[in-house]
């Protein structure tokens, strides 16, 4: 029996010499050879080490305690080695000394803004310069805020001026659930919820069904204005459109009121401004960049506000119409690409 135990211990001894060579001779010269390192003698299920405390009850009573000592002291020696082996890799988080610290960086990707965004923001920044506050409305709307409510009578061809998306048929109930065809909705959102003096600027997107061409898509951004309090005139909507076009397109810039005719407004106008271009036989053109008018009566009355006391103005932008104009983009379908070479160009 205790000759079987001697021999047992004998080749536990054994298994130990054969295991401090090892540790004392493998080579740690990259991250991954220190971790197989480690779990080759540390780890706690195949551990070589580990395998080899745990034979201790085999050694013999009087050389167990020295057993247990070369033990130890070979784990110190594999712990050692492990942490001097990494405090040479430190600082380097990905791989062994083959990195090459002279290779320039990678560069970030920078992201830019829509052109549409940009413009959007210059426009509302003008705005609140003078006082506008920005509200917002739903795009999908109801007839009353689309239509009815702007003085769009029942069957009146006016209604056909704008196809319409529609998300419930105009016969069910509230006379059909839409997408919004412009933002004047917003319009007689506010007033039917704050009273006047009321000076908002409501930016969103807006729905066509129409034919998609250079110059119109079936979606497309408007910036809508109103001002409503005593005493306000066309001479006021004038100044303030004025005022605009000079901020976005230059203190000479030409423009024009051209009458015109909406539904939600008396007297209506559409602003035209002269865009340069040397190309044409005329020099430039006529472009146009928004409808607007005095606030019919029948609207302030229709929400409730005084229109013996009250008066207003509105109007309404294509956004797209001005990004393009600004950043000389001749097709509207090109906005709603994506074409990463495109919106790179606005960084
Ligand atoms: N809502 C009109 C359109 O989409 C523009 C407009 C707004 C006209 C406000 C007058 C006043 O064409």
Redesign the pocket.
């Known amino acids: 029996m205790s000759e079987q135990n001697n021999s047992v211990a004998d080749a536990a001894l054994a298994a130990l010499k054969a295991l401090q060579k090892e540790i004392q001779e493998t080579v740690l010269d990259t991250r991954e050879s220190v971790d197989e390192y480690r779990i080759r003698f540390l780890s706690r299920k195949q551990g070589q080490v580990t395998a080899l405390l745990k034979r201790i009850p085999e050694v013999a009573a009087e050389h167990r305690k020295q057993f247990g000592q070369e033990i130890n002291a070979a784990k110190s020696l594999v712990e050692s080695r492990i942490e001097q082996a990494s405090s040479s890799f430190s600082g380097d988080a990905t791989s062994g000394p083959e990195l090459d610290f002279t290779l320039p960086g990678r560069e970030v990707a920078e992201g830019s803004l829509h052109p549409i965004t940009h413009a959007l923001r210059l426009i509302t920044k003008v705005f609140e310069s003078y006082g506008f506050a920005v509200a917002e409305g739903p795009e999908a709307e109801d007839d009353w805020h689309n239509f009815s409510a702007l003085n769009f009578p029942p069957d009146h061809p006016a209604r056909d001026m ?1 196809d319409t998306f529609f998300i419930e048929p105009p016969e069910s109930d509230h006379g059909g659930i839409l997408l919004r ?4 909705g917003v319009q007689i959102r506010v007033m039917e919820n704050q009273k006047p003096p009321i000076r908002v600027i409501a930016p969103g997107r ?1 729905y066509r069904n129409e034919a998609i061409s250079y110059k119109s898509y079936c979606l497309f951004h ?1 910036v ?1 204005g109103l001002y409503v309090d005593e005493g306000v005139t066309m001479a006021d909507l004038k100044q303030i459109i004025h005022a605009f076009a000079r901020t976005l397109f230059g203190e000479d810039v030409k423009m024009r009121f051209r009458p015109s005719f ?1 539904p ?2 008396e007297p ?1 106008a559409e602003v035209d401004i002269w865009w340069k271009d040397d190309a044409l036989p005329d020099g430039g053109r006529w472009m146009e960049i ?4 005095m606030v019919d009566p029948n609207v302030l009355e229709g929400v409730g506000i005084d229109s013996e006391k009250y008066t207003g103005y ?3 932008m294509g956004i797209e119409r001005i990004a393009m104009l600004r950043y000389g983009i001749d097709d509207i379908r090109i906005l709603y690409e994506n074409d990463i070479r495109f919106l790179e160009q606005f960084s």
């Open positions: 704008q065809t412009h933002t004047s807006v408007q809508e909406f939600f407004t209506s928004m409808g607007c008018g509105a109007f309404g």
